[in-house]
């Protein structure tokens, strides 16, 4: 299981990087980040890149900083680095906790930000958790930078708003008060997640004032449990409301040989309802 | 397509620097096995799973089978090879030994590998935290338990400052 | 007609204050595996060594109407391209021990129709791995599909596709065979208790694959063959006729195994393909298997079985009979025929005193890799087959599953189950007894009832079941009434050398190592024999070519075989020294006696020779003996099975097979989440009785790792084949292998029933954690799901199948 060959350079800049692709774009270059999920599906040979514009060396891209109340992670940010990042800790807690559900350590270390959610695996924690954050991409291009809403970002199993050319640059997530909880059912420990599930809840005294869930796992994408969120905006959740509330949505997760689509709802409405539970009980903690 | 270009990585392994030729392509455990005659680091799987070809980046634990060599080009990377002192044994080596925290002996160097930056970023590791931790890494032999009993014993060793 | 030889060998004196033996000392293998030097068969390269690459089927049954290799044969550093129809050409088909080889061909690369996805069609031969996976997608192969036959019970159905034409049916073998009065005691039965159970297929998948590196030498006609699979006097023969070389002019070196587990038992493929390639472009040549050649490819998937089991019952729990109908889907190929069953046979009624017993076996052959060997070969089905059975009978009869299984007991030993196979020794009570105070029973059984209160679901999972040891060889053929080869031989040797200093090196045959403890084991029985430390003896291992008749590790014998073998060994060692160190002191033999590492005359320590002493004379001072004794200190034992008999021609009886019966008791405790279907454990105690111990430690080691494989098959592992034979689980991410958060930590407990037979009465215990562990969580989740009305009766207990029994008992129960 050896990867095909390919033509490779490692620009020190956007710009630089920017350019090669464009430069090589009729050999399906690529860009490479921290290889975790490209380097196996290449082993594979699932994929054939004919040329890899590797990002490790620009260094504008390794930052975690601040923009007001918004944080600001750079795409080669290593997920090891920003789950322990005390910026992160504060500024978005949520992601700092689905992190830790990311594989296992070893690959977190090669693993960054900006790869896990420009490769759009729909059973990826860092997918989910940007849509519920309401975070917005930063994509570079030829034209220069676009920002775009994670809820416009991902568009398929694998597929993004990301145009050929561009690059992801940044990450872009506002800080946001409440309760924050990312849970998720993997049959192993760091395998895969059958489901994800990221929640953030806010109150004003117990009744929910705003709500985002986002479902990883269950469609060809990342998706907001709109239902479950609009049966817990102005309520007062008790047992019997969030039950109901985690039944709402219609969800078909696609079956496979880890579950079929009725088991894998089972799971999500299961952990859905564990997800807005532990969310309400950190909201109500920081109260 | 055309020719691919071999390029120069320059990597310090266990505290000795090397630079080798070799396409992009090349992945890390097969640089350090074929082009630096390492084969204490093997491969297991190939796609990132079983953690059996697990080395130190800058201290770091990664997957070198998923890893291209030309990735790592200036980094520092510590493999099995160089724990030992000589006839003696890094502390994680000789209570895997008194443990019984092998059987077949394949996983053990990307398992030691694991467990040295468990220990080095923990000195107060507890069994619950080594069992997590090393769940990276699978061992087909011992079910984990004497593994888990080694690397806690080693720990207390290291930090005691009694290696 | 059923007559059989019951006479066992004498019944030994064991030893009393053991040194050595017993004790837990550090592996002696161990230091070169912790420094990384373990040198594996991938850490091997020869001088001009070429590495090949095989490519894979993508279909599970199709003809092959063409192959083009040009494009592959013109790529950078390709030296060769070898097609299934050339390979045939080349070499022989695979030997097998299946019921009817020539009309189920099994070839090192498919010929004319492949038979499973990753069946190899082509093999590469390129300057490195990396081209010669280039090559291989050059390759263009045209495939006609033909139906994919997958379920195997449908596969033995009137009109099935058939997976080998020349056999004119799926079905590669079915008998059925009766032991003791069946019908009597089904018919004074007053209960009959029945069930079908579904065993899905994993496999051993060590961390390291199979592979080989060989060259072939056409100056001499030599094949040398390195290579981390096992066995001299079966896998020799294989390879060499495959190759059409003679045996003796193919040496088989062995490398250590990075695990097998079963699984590197006799796998012959790499090895030819190795050779083939060598001869061919006549340079050493590296076969080593990926991870999906390994997951698709290797042989070794494990059982696969199909139930319909009866137990005769009377209603105080007392069990008389069992009749046991099952289908085996044996994949494309059936290398090792029906032998699993054999296994099964050797303890078929666990340890329960039953008189008879109907067993029927009908082997299935469908569009999958075919089975091989892992870890309890067959065995481990059964015991999880009977658990699961007397355990539904406990329920039924509304009987105390610990004392309904203590009522059944055998408790006089040597004990003759119906099928013939005996029983050694053992003590089932005692076993039990430690398992329930180990395993706290009592207080689980009441954190269950508070837990039922809260509506969480504990179970318990109690199991009583046997561990047999030491196979023999007559579990291969004594299905068939004529066998082809009813071998008898299954032998392992060891030569034990004193030199000039009295230093000890003990060599070893065959490819002992996998990740069991051969040089420890050996090194610990030398210790006890000679007074020396353990770590003082070295191992070295010999090539086939100059090797003794050995076999190597499999059916849990290597300990007990080279015990044997190193006792030997040492008595025509230790009667040299004597008859050395009696004329060197001028005293009668008679008078002498081994005393702490040397020979001396009874009550006078003072007239003494050590053994270094003795083996200085013997090497250097040829002329201080009679002129008979020849110089040195070196013999060998060439150790048979210690205790196996024939079939019976009726084959009513089977003979000794399996004589050295370990037992076990493991008590998982379990919570399911209704919710999700998935299990975790609070709790796991087992006690096994491996008879006496040589290092505890070592054992210990294999029944935690053997019960984390038993958690893989109960609770994750399965080879998933789809309905068009498509392998759904090519890889690490579907295949799920257990990692330290599924595998609890385990009480271990050992009890010590000395076996009669054997050395220091050690019995194997290598298998014993996979034999218990499936069987006791199944019985523990459904103990747990109980309440619900919920009975798994298919393993692994996915949360798609637990959530699907839910499901259906819940809907059962709303419009019920």
Same mark, same amino acid.
């Given at each position: 299981?050896?990867?095909?060959?390919?033509?490779?350079?490692?620009?020190?800049?956007?710009?630089?990087?920017?350019?090669?692709?464009?430069?090589?774009?009729?050999?399906?270059?690529?860009?490479?980040?921290?290889?975790?999920?490209?380097?196996?599906?290449?082993?594979?040979?699932?994929?054939?890149?004919?040329?890899?514009?590797?990002?490790?060396?620009?260094?504008?891209?390794?930052?975690?900083?601040?923009?007001?109340?918004?944080?600001?992670?750079?795409?080669?940010?290593?997920?090891?680095?920003?789950?322990?990042?005390?910026?992160?800790?504060?500024?978005?807690?949520?992601?700092?906790?689905?992190?830790?559900?990311?594989?296992?350590?070893?690959?977190?270390?090669?693993?960054?930000?900006?790869?896990?959610?420009?490769?759009?695996?729909?059973?990826?924690?860092?997918?989910?958790?940007?849509?519920?954050?309401?975070?917005?991409?930063?994509?570079?291009?030829?034209?220069?930078?676009?920002?775009?809403?994670?809820?416009?970002?991902?568009?398929?199993?694998?597929?993004?708003?990301?145009?050929?050319?561009?690059?992801?640059?940044?990450?872009?997530?506002?800080?946001?008060?409440?309760?924050?909880?990312?849970?998720?059912?993997?049959?192993?420990?760091?395998?895969?997640?059958?489901?994800?599930?990221?929640?953030?809840?806010?109150?004003?005294?117990?009744?929910?004032?705003?709500?985002?869930?986002?479902?990883?796992?269950?469609?060809?994408?990342?998706?907001?449990?709109?239902?479950?969120?609009?049966?817990?905006?102005?309520?007062?959740?008790?047992?019997?409301?969030?039950?109901?509330?985690?039944?709402?949505?219609?969800?078909?997760?696609?079956?496979?040989?880890?579950?079929?689509?009725?088991?894998?709802?089972?799971?999500?409405?299961?952990?859905?309802?564990?997800?807005?539970?532990?969310?309400?009980?950190?909201?109500?903690?920081?109260? | 397509?055309?020719?691919?270009?071999?390029?120069?990585?320059?990597?310090?392994?266990?505290?000795?620097?090397?630079?080798?030729?070799?396409?992009?392509?090349?992945?890390?455990?097969?640089?350090?096995?074929?082009?630096?005659?390492?084969?204490?680091?093997?491969?297991?799987?190939?796609?990132?799973?079983?953690?059996?070809?697990?080395?130190?980046?800058?201290?770091?634990?990664?997957?070198?089978?998923?890893?291209?060599?030309?990735?790592?080009?200036?980094?520092?990377?510590?493999?099995?090879?160089?724990?030992?002192?000589?006839?003696?044994?890094?502390?994680?080596?000789?209570?895997?030994?008194?443990?019984?925290?092998?059987?077949?002996?394949?996983?053990?160097?990307?398992?030691?590998?694991?467990?040295?930056?468990?220990?080095?970023?923990?000195?107060?590791?507890?069994?619950?935290?080594?069992?997590?931790?090393?769940?990276?890494?699978?061992?087909?032999?011992?079910?984990?338990?004497?593994?888990?009993?080694?690397?806690?014993?080693?720990?207390?060793?290291?930090?005691?400052?009694?290696? | 007609?059923?007559?059989?030889?019951?006479?066992?060998?004498?019944?030994?004196?064991?030893?009393?204050?053991?040194?050595?033996?017993?004790?837990?000392?550090?592996?002696?293998?161990?230091?070169?595996?912790?420094?990384?030097?373990?040198?594996?068969?991938?850490?091997?390269?020869?001088?001009?060594?070429?590495?090949?690459?095989?490519?894979?089927?993508?279909?599970?049954?199709?003809?092959?109407?063409?192959?083009?290799? #040009?494009?592959?044969?013109? %790529?950078?550093? @390709? $030296? &060769?391209?070898?097609?299934?129809?050339? *390979?045939? =050409?080349?070499?022989?088909?695979?030997?097998?021990?299946?019921?009817?080889?020539?009309?189920?061909?099994?070839?090192?690369?498919?010929?004319?129709?492949?038979?499973?996805?990753?069946?190899?069609?082509?093999?590469?031969?390129?300057?490195?791995?990396?081209?010669?996976?280039?090559?291989?997608?050059?390759?263009?192969?045209?495939?006609?599909?033909?139906?994919?036959?997958?379920?195997?019970?449908? #596969?033995?159905?009137?009109? %099935?596709?058939? @997976? $080998? &034409?020349?056999?004119?049916?799926?079905? *590669?073998? =079915?008998?059925?065979?009766?032991?003791?009065?069946?019908?009597?005691?089904?018919?004074?039965?007053?209960?009959?208790?029945?069930?079908?159970?579904?065993?899905?297929?994993?496999?051993?998948?060590?961390?390291?694959?199979?592979?080989?590196?060989?060259?072939?030498?056409?100056?001499?006609?030599?094949?040398?063959?390195?290579?981390?699979?096992?066995?001299?006097?079966?896998?020799?023969?294989?390879? #060499?006729?495959?190759?059409?070389?003679?045996?003796?002019?193919?040496?088989?070196?062995?490398?250590? *195994?990075?695990?097998?587990?079963?699984?590197?038992?006799?796998?012959?493929?790499?090895?030819?393909?190795?050779?083939?390639?060598?001869?061919?472009?006549?340079?050493?040549?590296?076969?080593?298997?990926?991870?999906?050649?390994?997951?698709?490819?290797?042989?070794?998937?494990?059982?696969?079985?199909?139930?319909?089991?009866?137990?005769?019952?009377?209603?105080?729990?007392?069990?008389?009979?069992?009749?046991?109908?099952?289908?085996?889907?044996?994949?494309?190929?059936?290398?090792?025929?029906?032998?699993?069953?054999?296994?099964?046979?050797?303890?078929?009624?666990?340890?329960?005193?039953?008189?008879?017993?109907?067993?029927?076996?009908?082997?299935?052959?469908?569009?999958?890799?075919?089975?091989?060997?892992?870890?309890?070969?067959?065995?481990?089905?059964?015991?999880?087959?009977?658990?699961?059975?007397?355990?539904?009978?406990?329920?039924?009869?509304?009987?105390?599953?610990?004392?309904?299984?203590?009522?059944?007991?055998?408790?006089?030993?040597?004990?003759?189950?119906?099928?013939?196979?005996?029983?050694?020794?053992?003590?089932?009570?005692?076993?039990?007894?430690?398992?329930?105070?180990?395993?706290?029973?009592?207080?689980?059984?009441?954190?269950?009832?508070?837990?039922?209160?809260?509506?969480?679901?504990?179970?318990?999972?109690?199991?009583?079941?046997?561990?047999?040891?030491?196979?023999?060889?007559?579990?291969?053929?004594?299905?068939?009434?004529?066998?082809?080869?009813?071998?008898?031989?299954?032998?392992?040797?060891?030569?034990?050398?004193?030199?000039?200093?009295?230093?000890?090196?003990?060599?070893?045959?065959?490819?002992?190592?996998?990740?069991?403890?051969?040089?420890?084991?050996?090194?610990?029985?030398?210790?006890?024999?000679?007074?020396?430390?353990?770590?003082?003896?070295?191992?070295?291992?010999?090539?086939?070519?100059?090797?003794?008749?050995?076999?190597?590790?499999?059916?849990?014998?290597?300990?007990?075989?080279?015990?044997?073998?190193?006792?030997?060994?040492?008595?025509?060692?230790?009667?040299?020294?004597?008859?050395?160190?009696?004329?060197?002191?001028?005293?009668?033999?008679?008078?002498?006696?081994?005393?702490?590492?040397?020979?001396?005359?009874?009550?006078?320590?003072?007239?003494?020779?050590?053994?270094?002493?003795?083996?200085?004379?013997?090497?250097?001072?040829?002329?201080?003996?009679?002129?008979?004794?020849?110089?040195?200190?070196?013999?060998?034992?060439?150790?048979?099975?210690?205790?196996?008999?024939?079939?019976?021609?009726?084959?009513?009886?089977?003979?000794?097979?399996?004589?050295?019966?370990?037992?076990?008791?493991?008590?998982?405790?379990?919570?399911?989440?209704?919710?999700?279907?998935?299990?975790?454990?609070?709790?796991?105690?087992?006690?096994?009785?491996?008879?006496?111990?040589?290092?505890?430690?070592?054992?210990?080691?294999?029944?935690?790792?053997?019960?984390?494989?038993?958690?893989?098959?109960?609770?994750?592992?399965?080879?998933?084949?789809?309905?068009?034979?498509?392998?759904?689980?090519?890889?690490?991410?579907?295949?799920?292998?257990?990692?330290?958060?599924?595998?609890?930590?385990?009480?271990?407990?050992?009890?010590?029933?000395?076996?009669?037979?054997?050395?220091?009465?050690?019995?194997?215990?290598?298998?014993?954690?996979?034999?218990?562990?499936?069987?006791?969580?199944?019985?523990?989740?459904?103990?747990?799901?109980?309440?619900?009305?919920?009975?798994?009766?298919?393993?692994?207990?996915?949360?798609?199948?637990?959530?699907?029994?839910?499901?259906?008992?819940?809907?059962?129960?709303?419009?019920?």
């Amino acid at each position: 299981m050896k990867p095909p060959p390919f033509h490779y350079a490692a620009p020190t800049s956007v710009a630089e990087a920017v350019a090669l692709l464009g430069e090589h774009a009729d050999e399906e270059a690529r860009v490479l980040a921290g290889g975790q999920s490209l380097v196996p599906l290449m082993n594979f040979r699932l994929a054939q890149p004919g040329h890899l514009i590797d990002l490790r060396r620009v260094e504008e891209l390794t930052r975690i900083g601040t923009d007001g109340d918004t944080l600001v992670i750079g795409a080669m940010v290593r997920q090891s680095h920003a789950e322990h990042a005390p910026e992160v800790a504060v500024g978005a807690p949520l992601l700092a906790e689905a992190l830790g559900y990311v594989a296992h350590p070893p690959i977190r270390n090669s693993g960054t930000v900006g790869g896990s959610i420009a490769h759009a695996d729909p059973s990826a924690e860092l997918p989910a958790v940007v849509l519920a954050l309401d975070a917005e991409l930063v994509v570079a291009g030829p034209q220069g930078d676009r920002t775009i809403p994670a809820a416009e970002f991902f568009r398929g199993p694998f597929s993004t708003a990301i145009e050929p050319g561009e690059i992801l640059t940044e990450v872009r997530i506002p800080r946001r008060d409440g309760g924050q909880a990312f849970v998720e059912f993997a049959r192993t420990h760091g395998n895969f997640a059958l489901v994800g599930v990221a929640t953030v809840i806010e109150l004003d005294g117990d009744t929910v004032t705003r709500v985002s869930i986002a479902l990883s796992g269950v469609a060809g994408t990342p998706v907001r449990a709109t239902a479950a969120e609009q049966a817990l905006v102005g309520t007062v959740p008790d047992d019997a409301s969030i039950r109901a509330a985690a039944a709402a949505d219609d969800l078909s997760p696609a079956g496979d040989v880890h579950g079929g689509t009725e088991t894998r709802t089972d799971i999500a409405r299961s952990y859905l309802r564990r997800g807005i539970e532990l969310a309400l009980q950190r909201a109500q903690d920081r109260r | 397509m055309s020719p691919v270009d071999k390029h120069d990585v320059t990597l310090t392994v266990n505290g000795r620097t090397s630079t080798v030729t070799v396409e992009p392509r090349k992945l890390l455990v097969d640089v350090l096995r074929e082009d630096l005659g390492l084969t204490g680091t093997h491969i297991g799987c190939e796609h990132g799973v079983c953690g059996t070809c697990t080395v130190l980046r800058d201290g770091a634990s990664i997957r070198s089978c998923t890893t291209f060599a030309v990735q790592v080009d200036g980094c520092e990377i510590r493999t099995v090879e160089g724990l030992a002192k000589g006839a003696e044994l890094h502390p994680l080596q000789d209570e895997f030994w008194d443990k019984q925290g092998l059987q077949c002996g394949y996983c053990t160097p990307g398992m030691l590998m694991r467990a040295c930056e468990i220990v080095e970023t923990n000195p107060d590791v507890t069994a619950a935290e080594v069992r997590e931790g090393i769940a990276s890494n699978i061992c087909r032999c011992t079910g984990y338990q004497f593994i888990t009993e080694a690397v806690c014993a080693a720990a207390v060793r290291m930090k005691a400052g009694n290696p | 007609m059923t007559t059989v030889d019951r006479s066992a060998p004498p019944v030994r004196t064991h030893k009393e204050n053991r040194t050595w033996v017993g004790k837990s000392i550090r592996r002696v293998e161990d230091p070169k595996f912790l420094r990384g030097r373990g040198g594996y068969i991938g850490d091997m390269t020869l001088p001009g060594m070429l590495h090949a690459a095989v490519l894979r089927s993508p279909h599970a049954h199709a003809r092959i109407t063409a192959i083009d290799t #040009a494009a592959a044969l013109a %790529a950078p550093g @390709v $030296h &060769d391209v070898i097609t299934g129809a050339r *390979a045939a =050409e080349l070499c022989d088909p695979l030997p097998d021990f299946g019921p009817n080889p020539a009309a189920h061909t099994w070839r090192c690369l498919a010929k004319d129709k492949v038979r499973y996805v990753g069946e190899g069609v082509a093999v590469v031969v390129a300057d490195s791995r990396y081209l010669a996976e280039d090559a291989l997608a050059l390759i263009d192969v045209e495939y006609e599909p033909l139906p994919a036959v997958v379920d195997p019970e449908r #596969a033995l159905e009137d009109g %099935a596709a058939l @997976v $080998h &034409d020349d056999l004119g049916s799926n079905c *590669a073998y =079915e008998r059925t065979f009766q032991f003791g009065e069946v019908d009597r005691d089904f018919a004074e039965a007053e209960v009959i208790v029945t069930d079908r159970l579904r065993w899905h297929r994993s496999g051993g998948q060590p961390m390291e694959t199979v592979g080989a590196v060989a060259d072939f030498d056409h100056a001499t006609g030599e094949l040398t063959v390195h290579t981390n699979s096992l066995s001299f006097t079966s896998y020799l023969f294989m390879v #060499a006729t495959t190759m059409r070389i003679p045996t003796n002019k193919l040496d088989i070196r062995p490398v250590p *195994a990075g695990g097998s587990f079963g699984s590197k038992l006799f796998a012959t493929k790499p090895a030819v393909l190795a050779g083939m390639c060598s001869r061919e472009v006549g340079r050493p040549v590296q076969y080593l298997e990926d991870r999906v050649d390994n997951i698709s490819n290797c042989d070794h998937h494990g059982s696969d079985r199909v139930y319909d089991v009866q137990l005769a019952m009377m209603r105080d729990g007392t069990m008389r009979g069992i009749k046991i109908d099952t289908v085996e889907d044996y994949g494309a190929y059936i290398q090792f025929g029906v032998g699993h069953h054999g296994n099964a046979l050797a303890q078929v009624v666990g340890p329960y005193t039953m008189t008879s017993v109907e067993y029927r076996v009908r082997a299935a052959l469908t569009n999958k890799n075919q089975q091989g060997a892992y870890r309890g070969f067959g065995s481990e089905v059964n015991n999880w087959m009977l658990e699961q059975i007397v355990d539904k009978a406990a329920r039924e009869l509304d009987l105390d599953p610990v004392e309904m299984r203590r009522r059944n007991f055998i408790r006089e030993f040597p004990h003759f189950i119906p099928t013939g196979n005996v029983y050694d020794s053992g003590d089932y009570d005692a076993v039990l007894d430690k398992a329930l105070d180990l395993s706290e029973y009592k207080h689980w059984r009441a954190e269950q009832a508070k837990a039922r209160e809260e509506g969480r679901y504990i179970g318990i999972g109690l199991i009583t079941a046997q561990e047999r040891s030491v196979f023999s060889a007559t579990e291969f053929w004594f299905w068939f009434d004529e066998p082809g080869a009813p071998v008898t031989s299954m032998p392992e040797s060891v030569t034990l050398k004193v030199d000039a200093t009295g230093g000890i090196t003990a060599t070893l045959y065959s490819c002992a190592f996998w990740g069991n403890s051969p040089e420890t084991m050996v090194a610990q029985l030398v210790a006890e024999e000679f007074d020396c430390d353990p770590h003082s003896v070295s191992i070295v291992y010999q090539g086939s070519k100059n090797g003794l008749p050995a076999t190597g590790p499999g059916g849990s014998r290597t300990t007990v075989m080279l015990a044997g073998a190193v006792e030997g060994a040492t008595a025509k060692i230790k009667a040299k020294a004597l008859r050395a160190a009696a004329h060197l002191l001028e005293a009668n033999p008679d008078d002498m006696e081994w005393v702490d590492g040397g020979y001396q005359v009874k009550g006078v320590p003072e007239q003494r020779k050590t053994l270094a002493e003795i083996a200085i004379m013997l090497h250097l001072f040829k002329h201080s003996f009679p002129e008979d004794m020849e110089s040195g200190l070196e013999d060998s034992k060439v150790f048979d099975h210690p205790y196996t008999t024939m079939p019976s021609a009726d084959r009513k009886d089977l003979g000794v097979f399996y004589p050295f019966m370990g037992h076990a008791c493991h008590v998982p405790v379990v919570e399911v989440d209704i919710e999700t279907g998935a299990v975790s454990f609070l709790a796991y105690a087992a006690v096994h009785d491996c008879g006496t111990l040589v290092n505890p430690r070592s054992l210990a080691g294999h029944i935690v790792g053997g019960t984390a494989q038993g958690i893989g098959t109960a609770l994750y592992e399965e080879y998933v084949y789809d309905d068009d034979g498509q392998l759904l689980t090519s890889s690490y991410l579907d295949y799920l292998i257990p990692s330290a958060m599924e595998v609890p930590e385990l009480k271990i407990g050992h009890h010590e029933t000395p076996s009669p037979y054997t050395l220091h009465g050690i019995k194997g215990g290598g298998e014993g954690g996979r034999m218990m562990a499936p069987a006791a969580i199944n019985v523990a989740v459904n103990d747990a799901l109980a309440p619900l009305g919920v009975r798994v009766t298919e393993l692994p207990m996915t949360p798609d199948r637990l959530r699907a029994a839910i499901r259906a008992a819940q809907t059962a129960r709303e419009s019920g």
